[in-house]
């Protein structure tokens, strides 16, 4: 079965940085993506990590440890605005398999003034 | 279009009426997925599409689930004889290519009560 934790909740303050965990174990592995979603929205492409390392984005990181199952989101200078959930995402298919991706449960940050 | 577009925003229905929810991708997307959220969760992968061919559907909860795209673009989820358990944000996605890498570009969803 595919397995992804993330912490349910978080909370940070204005201007601060946060970083968001998400592990994994999964029965194959093309690549881990990070969503932002606003409550009521859709979900919205934030970062894709599928080698080691980090990938940084303006305010936005993103970290990739496949040897053990690990990834965070990293977010900087915390505006009111960042308040949301966060989904972490595993590509388990094979070249072929389109972008079927299995989320984790999401991951809703608060940003306190 | 501008976006992925889903229609109807809402949907209420009874117990045991069929539903149809309709999907538009964005102009020229190849990939076409459906997902299901439950309200506080990450969203639940469903079934998806390569132009019209529906590449793989194991995520279809049983067989009253079937979804078409017979023409490349617009996408149809059907669920028959709707349940309570059916209740749940419908999501639509679409994305340019097959690659690995696409990300996807997600629609504002159906919202289904079943009562």
């Known amino acids: 079965g595919q397995n992804i934790d993330q912490p349910t909740e978080m909370t940070a303050t204005e201007g601060a940085i946060v970083q968001i965990n998400c592990t994994y174990q999964?029965?194959?592995?093309?690549?881990l993506f990070w969503y932002q979603q606003h409550a009521g929205e859709a979900p919205t492409f934030l970062s894709y990590n599928v080698l080691d390392g980090l990938e940084e984005k303006g305010r936005f990181s993103s970290f990739l440890s496949r040897s053990k199952g690990y990834s965070y989101l990293l977010l900087k200078e915390l505006q009111m605005k960042d308040s949301a959930s966060y989904l972490c995402?595993?590509?388990?298919?094979?070249?072929?398999?389109?972008?079927?991706?299995?989320f984790g449960g999401g991951t809703r940050l608060m940003v306190k003034p | 279009g501008a976006g992925v577009s889903q229609s109807p925003r809402y949907k209420v229905t009874k117990r045991g009426q069929d539903v149809a929810l309709r999907c538009d991708p964005i102009s020229g997307h190849v990939s076409l997925y459906w997902y299901r959220q439950a309200l506080g969760q990450g969203p639940e992968f469903l079934t998806y599409f390569n132009y019209e061919a529906q590449q793989d559907k194991s995520g279809l909860p049983n067989d009253r689930f079937s979804a078409e795209r017979p023409e490349g673009s617009i996408s149809t989820l059907t669920i028959q004889r709707t349940e309570q358990r059916d209740s749940a944000m419908y999501r639509c996605?679409?994305?340019?290519?097959?690659?690995?890498?696409?990300?996807?570009?997600f629609g504002s969803g159906t919202q289904l009560s079943v009562l």
């Open positions: 999964t029965s194959g592995f093309n690549g």
């Open positions: 995402a595993v590509r388990v298919g094979w070249d072929n398999a389109g972008n079927m991706l299995t």
């Open positions: 996605a679409s994305s340019g290519g097959t690659a690995y890498y696409e990300k996807l570009f």
